[in-house]
């Protein structure tokens, strides 16, 4: 299996684990040193995303990736696409269509989600 399916089916994983509160995955998944930049510009580390999640502020209902594109550069894949994603932050549902980069990174304990960076495609 080539670097770019191995990371389609983490992010499969990723996206379960995000939706089923799943924060043990999480914690495996995400690297030490993600930044995780929401559509909001509000930004991330993986200990303040991680704890959004437990606390029940931000809770994801949904998530759908669409039209993307990868690259492999050895130690670190890109990808781009689209995103629909259903959330509850603070009790309030919001229903997010965006364009989005992310990036995986190959450690000592495997493939793990270093960047997330988002931007809202605006209603027309």
């Given at each position: 299996?080539?670097?770019?399916?191995?990371?389609?089916?983490?992010?499969e994983?990723r996206?379960?684990?995000?939706?089923s509160?799943?924060?043990?995955?999480?914690?495996?998944?995400l690297?030490?040193?993600?930044?995780?930049?929401?559509?909001?510009?509000?930004?991330?580390?993986?200990e303040s995303?991680?704890?959004?999640?437990?606390?029940?502020?931000?809770?994801?209902?949904s998530?759908?990736?669409?039209?993307t594109?990868?690259?492999?550069?050895g130690n670190?894949v890109v990808?781009?696409?689209?995103?629909?994603i259903?959330?509850?932050?603070?009790?309030?549902?919001?229903?997010?269509?965006?364009?989005?980069?992310?990036?995986?990174?190959?450690?000592?304990?495997?493939?793990?989600?270093?960047l997330?960076q988002?931007t809202?495609?605006?209603k027309?």
């Amino acid at each position: 299996m080539n670097a770019q399916d191995e990371i389609s089916k983490l992010e499969e994983q990723r996206c379960a684990a995000m939706t089923s509160g799943d924060l043990a995955a999480l914690e495996k998944l995400l690297a030490d040193t993600l930044t995780y930049t929401h559509s909001s510009a509000v930004v991330d580390d993986k200990e303040s995303y991680i704890e959004s999640i437990r606390s029940g502020r931000v809770q994801y209902l949904s998530v759908e990736r669409f039209d993307t594109r990868s690259w492999d550069y050895g130690n670190t894949v890109v990808t781009v696409g689209r995103a629909r994603i259903d959330v509850k932050v603070g009790g309030v549902e919001k229903n997010l269509n965006m364009r989005y980069c992310n990036a995986w990174v190959k450690t000592a304990r495997g493939w793990q989600f270093a960047l997330w960076q988002s931007t809202p495609i605006p209603k027309t």
